[in-house]
């Protein structure tokens, strides 16, 4: 089945330096990926997307490229901020069909990569 | 204003308890969510509806219970839960027919069971 694999951290970085979050899929189609961001006492947010090979997804200075050769989807932004301190999930969407109401959309989430950005 | 709001924010429940947790979308959207999730645990997804049908039950134990009366509203149920059923409870909803269309999550339902 579907999979999504990310570092696990914790990731302590320091205000204005480059941050990367690993992210790797399995899926046996060509799926959709996605970040999601968590700040804390918050449901997810969705921080940026891809819906096909070698599109990159970009929002509030992250950036995202789908790698289909490399199966990866890695999250990077040049200047982290202590506002961008939270925990960070990388999914990918699955087209099921129920057969009856049209199609829904399940998301494969990994474990998720807390930052800690400080001052 | 994330456009799906939960509520309670917060319960507190013993075990022999009922209550229930309330889902509202105003985004237009006919797929519904329930995901569970738990300190140090991947996001576990419970229950899936569309267009108020449930499509997906993921082997939850039958003390949860999901309603959806209509493609706006989802209802979890709870009733006689155990202590590791503590967690925060998230609602999602996504357009569902279109391809690449993303899930956009409330605030969720941190409940403790005493």
């Known amino acids: 089945g579907d999979s999504v694999t990310q570092m696990e951290g914790p990731v302590t970085l320091s205000e204005e330096a480059f941050l990367t979050i690993n992210c790797t899929y399995t899926a046996t189609g060509y799926p959709s990926l996605f970040w999601y961001v968590q700040y804390p006492g918050e449901g997810l947010q969705l921080l940026l997307k891809?819906?096909?090979?070698?599109d990159k997804g970009s929002n509030k200075g992250f950036e995202a490229t789908y790698r289909k050769e490399t199966t990866s989807f890695h999250l990077e932004k040049g200047s982290v901020q202590v506002s961008d301190s939270a925990v960070y999930f990388c999914?990918?969407?699955?087209?099921?069909?129920?057969?009856?109401?049209?199609?829904?959309?399940?998301?494969?989430f990994g474990k998720g990569t807390l930052l800690t950005v400080n001052p | 204003e994330t456009g799906v709001t939960q509520t309670p924010r917060h319960l507190v429940m013993g075990m022999t308890n009922k209550k229930s947790l309330k889902c509202e979308q105003h985004l237009g959207h006919n797929a519904m969510y329930w995901y569970k999730q738990s300190a140090k645990k991947p996001l576990e997804l419970m229950f899936v509806?569309?267009?108020?049908?449930?499509?997906e039950n993921n082997s939850v134990p039958s003390r949860f219970s999901p309603e959806c009366p209509n493609s706006s509203h989802l209802f979890l149920h709870l009733h006689t839960l155990q202590p590791e059923d503590s967690a925060l409870y998230l609602c999602a909803s996504s357009q569902g027919r279109q391809g690449g269309q993303p899930q956009h999550f409330g605030d969720g339902t941190r409940l403790s069971i005493l």
């Open positions: 999914a990918l969407s699955d087209l099921r069909d129920p057969g009856s109401g049209g199609s829904n959309y399940k998301l494969t």
């Open positions: 509806y569309n267009f108020k049908e449930q499509t």
């Open positions: 891809a819906t096909k090979a070698d």
